[in-house]
Nanobody, 118 residues
Framework: QVQLVESGGGLVQAGGSLRLSCAAS????????MGWFRQAPGKEREFVAR????????YYADFVKGRFTISRDNAKNTVYLEMNTLKPDDTALYSC???????????WGQGTRVTVSS
């Protein structure tokens, strides 16, 4: 089992930046990749970005390409989401998740809230 704790959310004006962190503990040797998801009020959860735990290859949802960057620090077992040029539509609860080698999203954090004001 992997435990995940997010931090770094907050209130920011449109055009601003935030960096989210996700600290992993437990069976991190079972992690194939880490991802960020978000859920806006009244909407379904959607995928944001993913990074391979080893190798570091990344994949992004189209709506964040060029604005968000996912990275990881394996020594700290931490994944980051650098968010730039934020828009009010980016307002959501952001959660990180770990993906197993079976490609299932097995563990989830409690989320950190991001609010972007216009």
């Amino acid at each position: 089992q992997v435990q995940l704790v997010e931090s770094g959310g907050g209130l920011v004006q449109a055009g601003g930046s935030l960096r989210l962190s996700c600290a992993a503990s437990g069976r991190t040797d079972s992690v194939f990749a880490m991802g960020w998801f978000r859920q806006a009020p009244g909407k379904e959860r959607e995928f944001v970005a993913r990074i391979r735990w080893n190798g570091g290859s990344t994949y992004y949802a189209d709506f964040v390409k060029g604005r968000f960057t996912i990275s990881r620090d394996n020594a700290k077992n931490t994944v980051y989401l650098e968010m730039n040029t934020l828009k009010p539509d980016d307002t959501a609860l952001y959660s990180c998740a770990s993906q197993s080698f079976a490609k299932t999203w097995d563990s989830w954090g409690q989320g950190t809230r991001v609010t972007v004001s216009s």
